[in-house]
Antibody, heavy 124, light 107 residues
Framework: EVQLLESGGGLVQPGGSLRLSCAASGFTFSSYAMSWVRQAPGKGLEWVSGISDSGDTTYYADSVKGRFTISRDNSKNTLYLQMNSLRAEDTAVYYC?????????????????WGQGTLVTVSS | AIRMTQSPSSFSASTGDRVTITCRASQGISSYLAWYQQNPGKAPKLLIFAASTLQSGVPSRFSGSGSGTDFTLTISCLQSEDFATYYCQQYYSYPRTFGQGTKVEIK
């Protein structure tokens, strides 16, 4: 069974830092691109950041570029999101999800697995 | 970034109704379009990918169509469990972008 389990959320002051983790199981983690998606309270979904299967290539939304860093450790089947210089508008539930990617002529189903989410609250 | 615009933002419907939600991309995305259903407090659930391919386990009353810039999600016969919020998303390029969501409420 595929599982994505986020952790690391919590209350942090503006300007502070937090690192989210997403532990993956039930699939070959190193074969898939991954992404972080967030949802502010009562708002819609916002894609935050993505990373290739090898970790060599990363992508960011303009709203977090320069403040957030995505990474992965394929030996530990874990995805990370380092969040620095946090702002009130970063308050949201953060989900990790299996992104769309292709390898060896095979393209995988996009965003078919999501974690349960972890809440990040930025407030003084 | 590619902008995704859904319409309507919300509407009321009755069980048994046929409903259609539209999604427009600000530039062509071929068929790299997914639809999700989300219930309060839950993670999004993939319904359709590649614009019209039904994800495994999703009821056949859901269907998708379109390519290029204009897409639709249709629920042929609305069931009680379908009252939720629906999002489209393009995965043609980064940054991935979502529509603003369409909330389907009970009339």
């Amino acid at each position: 069974e595929v599982q994505l389990l986020e952790s690391g959320g919590g209350l942090v002051q503006p300007g502070g830092s937090l690192r989210l983790s997403c532990a993956a199981s039930g699939f070959t983690f190193s074969s898939y691109a991954m992404s972080w998606v967030r949802q502010a309270p009562g708002k819609g979904l916002e894609w935050v950041s993505g990373i290739s299967d090898s970790g060599d290539t990363t992508y960011y939304a303009d709203s977090v570029k320069g403040r957030f860093t995505i990474s992965r450790d394929n030996s530990k089947n874990t995805l990370y999101l380092q969040m620095n210089s946090l702002r009130a508008e970063d308050t949201a539930v953060y989900y990790c999800a299996k992104d769309y990617s292709c390898s060896g002529g095979t393209c995988y189903i996009p965003f078919d697995y999501w974690g349960q989410g972890t809440l990040v609250t930025v407030s003084s | 970034a590619i902008r995704m615009t859904q319409s309507p933002s919300s509407f009321s419907a009755s069980t048994g109704d046929r409903v259609t939600i539209t999604c427009r991309a600000s530039q062509g995305i071929s068929s790299y379009l997914a639809w999700y259903q989300q219930n309060p407090g839950k993670a999004p659930k993939l319904l359709i990918f590649a614009a019209s391919t039904l994800q495994s386990g999703v009821p056949s009353r859901f269907s998708g169509s379109g390519s290029g810039t204009d897409f639709t999600l249709t629920i042929s016969c609305l069931q009680s469990e379908d009252f939720a919020t629906y999002y489209c998303q393009q995965y043609y390029s980064y940054p991935r972008t979502f529509g603003q969501g369409t909330k389907v409420e009970i009339k």
